[in-house]
């Protein structure tokens, strides 16, 4: 006997397939009542009582007169009785009572038949409540197929079918074609009308939510906005009222999809969103590009507006997406990059089957880099890291995600060189990505000798591990402040190049390959102005840009750690790759933007404030991806910079002269050192603070 613990467990198990049944019994009944009507329509609803036969067409004895069909004749049956009703004597009422002896004899062979190929197209298993066309397409085929199935059946065992009283149909069943097609016709509306329904009474008696209705625009009223709104009909509890569509296309103007109306086109869409108290925009374009988004915050930029995207447009028009899924437009939509295109096989060949270690492992581009290198299934994955939370999350993550992946966590300090070579002694990694470094520009411009120990004495170690251990590759992680560098940050980073760049000019051909890989800032990263943004947003304002014309390249995490592993794979030793970053953004642009996202007004509801540009910091980062020393590859956001790099001594030389300076020398003597190393490199401690620029006009607020 079930327990009342078991019930859970006996509901889940049985479920289904009761739920299956009472679907089953419940076609069986639409079944009989369609087969009814059919009869009934057919004969005008005379329908003579079981108890009170009346006159029977085979019952009337018709004296042949002039050229009444006769034996042999089509109409006259082996029974010698005529087949047609038309031949009841003249005052006669109702159906003949063989008539519905026939529809008895009929209906359980039509039920059967049904059932069956109802069931073959899975008719029971779907939820009445998300019921579509295509569930009124397959209602169509079944009832067809079965429909044919039914008249095949119904002439063959006319004429090959057992006598009276010994079959399921017998030689003596008469079925008017046109009950077959009444039956057909009532099969499809009373199948896909009763699941239409239970839709309609399921969506017209949904609660309210407690927090009102947000009025919301869906922008597209195409395919993907047909989808949107008819999924926000399906929520279980009512939380939009859609005040209109807004579509650029002028033959849509005026038209209504399920009741709402296109009301305009985009560049109208602030004063749409006026007019219609509007909240809440839904952006439900296949594939929207970026200057198509831009363009869409641009017009709206002065109204408290949410702005919300779908992602997977196509499974949206297929039904396979839930709408709660709506996510917000953030930052890196208006970015609009391409997703990359990876060279599966030839990373594959780099990673697959490798013991990878990623030193930094916790950070931003550390962790992704992890997540990147895990799909690709390393023999084993080290995670070096010298933050130990940081370590805990990803370690944890990864192995969530890939149970079948080894995973070691390394707690180290890339600065400890006894420690680092222990680790690469036990684990002998074939593939190292180094991406530890201090990367906060104003912090290392306080800090410059940790920088110095960090960036370059860590880095250091990390490469002498690398090919001490026999490493097949080491991946430098670098970045775009390394070029004419204004910033300790930056100059600590070119001289890391260096020094790489100097081991590989003495490795043979069977050593470690060493490649640099450099890019430009990337949205999200711990620290950057993304971060910060979204936080000052939170609070109120203000939000604080350096300088108006600052501007800076800017990449998602993903698209950047998928760049290095391929540059990685694909570069030869000794060699700076240049990623392709696009067009440089503006921080003041990337602020209003943020702000309007937000659902607030740029100057208006947050205030944007200049601080001036901090010690270190440039208004304009270099990455350049042509000229005569810029070469293309074979993946075209890939670039090769050619330069001349120094000899091993000279670096060596360098690197003890920094030694000497990095625990207790001045800022300025750590300046005059590093310059030594890199001549290129022009300090920037003091940059006047930039007036207040004119605040652009903003719309009034009502």
């Not at 329509?41 to 029977?56: G, N, T």
């Not at 065992?157 to 006598?163: D, H």
């Not at 190292?432 to 120990?453: C, D, L, S, T, Y």
Request: charged share 25%; with cysteine; net charge negative.
């Amino acid at each position: 006997m079930a327990t009342q613990s078991d019930t859970p467990g006996l509901s889940r198990r049985y479920g289904p397939a009761l739920r299956h049944l009472y679907v089953g019994v419940v076609h069986v009944l639409l079944f009989v009542l369609s087969l009814w009507l059919a009869y009934g329509l057919r004969y005008e609803f005379q329908i003579p009582p079981l108890a009170d036969p009346i006159v029977d067409k085979q019952d009337v004895d018709v004296e042949p007169l002039g050229d009444f069909p006769g034996p042999g004749d089509k109409d006259y049956n082996k029974n010698g009785r005529f087949d047609e009703i038309e031949l009841l004597p003249p005052g006669s009422v109702g159906v003949p009572e063989s008539t519905w002896r026939d529809f008895w004899e009929l209906l359980l062979f039509v039920v059967v038949v049904k059932l069956l190929v109802f069931g073959y197209f899975r008719m029971y298993a779907g939820w009445w409540q998300y019921v579509s066309i295509q569930d009124l397409v397959e209602t169509f085929k079944a009832s067809h197929i079965s429909t044919a199935i039914i008249l095949v059946g119904v002439y063959v065992l006319r004429y090959l079918g057992p006598p009276p009283g010994q079959g399921l149909i017998t030689t003596t069943v008469q079925v008017p074609d046109t009950v077959l097609i009444i039956d057909w016709a009532g099969t499809i509306a009373l199948v896909g009308g009763l699941r239409f329904l239970v839709r309609i009474i399921r969506e017209g008696s949904r609660p309210v939510s407690p927090a009102g209705l947000t009025r919301v625009l869906i922008i597209g009223a195409g395919d993907a906005g047909e989808g949107v709104l008819r999924e926000l009909y399906r929520l279980p509890v009512e939380k939009y009222h859609v005040v209109g569509f807004v579509d650029d296309d002028p033959r849509k103007r005026g038209m209504r999809i399920h009741g709402v109306p296109v009301v305009g086109g985009v560049d109208d869409l602030a004063e749409i969103a006026q007019r219609q108290n509007a909240e809440e925009v839904v952006i439900a374009l296949p594939k929207p590009t970026r200057d198509e988004l831009r363009r869409i915050i641009e017009v709206c930029k002065g109204q408290r507006l949410t702005f919300r995207i779908v992602p997977g447009v196509a499974d949206l028009i297929e039904g396979h997406l839930d709408v709660r899924r709506l996510r917000e437009v953030d930052i890196n939509d208006l970015l609009g990059r391409d997703p990359v295109e990876l060279d599966s096989e030839n990373i594959g060949h780099f990673l697959t089957g490798k013991v990878v270690l990623v030193t930094g492992a916790g950070g931003s581009i550390g962790s992704e880099l992890c997540r990147q290198v895990a799909a690709f299934r390393p023999e084993r994955l080290v995670l070096l890291e010298q933050a130990e939370n940081n370590l805990f999350h990803i370690d944890r993550e990864l192995r969530a995600c890939h149970p079948d992946l080894p995973v070691v966590a390394v707690i180290a300090d890339i600065c400890d060189r006894t420690r680092l070579a222990a680790v690469f002694q036990r684990h002998r990694p074939d593939v190292v990505f180094h991406a530890a470094a201090h990367k906060h520009v104003p912090m290392m411009e306080i800090n410059p000798g940790e920088a110095i120990k960090n960036n370059v004495f860590g880095s250091r170690n990390v490469v002498d591990m690398a090919r001490e251990t026999g490493a097949d590759a080491l991946v430098l992680i670098s970045t775009d402040k390394a070029v004419n560098p204004t910033s300790v940050m930056g100059c600590t980073k070119r001289i890391t190049e260096m020094y790489c760049q100097a081991v590989s000019s003495e490795a043979g051909a069977d050593e470690t390959k060493f490649v640099i890989v450099r890019f430009g800032n990337v949205l999200g990263s711990a620290g950057s102005v993304v971060p910060i943004f979204r936080e000052q947003i939170a609070r109120g304002g203000p939000v604080t840009v350096t300088h108006p014309e600052m501007r800076r390249y800017f990449m998602t995490i993903p698209e950047a750690t998928q760049l290095v592993i391929q540059a990685g794979s694909m570069g030869r030793t000794g060699q700076i790759m240049l990623l392709d970053m696009g067009e440089p953004v503006k921080i003041v642009d990337l602020a209003r933007d943020m702000i309007t996202l937000s659902g607030f007004r740029p100057e208006v509801d947050i205030e944007i404030e200049f601080l001036g540009v901090r010690p270190g910091e440039k208004l304009f980062e270099e990455l350049r991806t042509s000229g005569e020393d810029v070469l293309p590859t074979h993946h075209h956001k890939i670039f090769v910079w050619q330069n001349r790099g120094c000899t091993r001594e000279e670096i060596e030389e360098a690197l003890q002269r920094l030694a000497e300076v990095a625990d207790d020398a001045s800022p300025e003597e750590i300046q005059a050192a590093l310059k030594s190393v890199v001549p290129e490199y022009e300090p920037r401690n003091h940059v006047a603070r930039p007036a207040q620029p004119p605040a652009a006009a903003e719309p009034k607020s009502n």
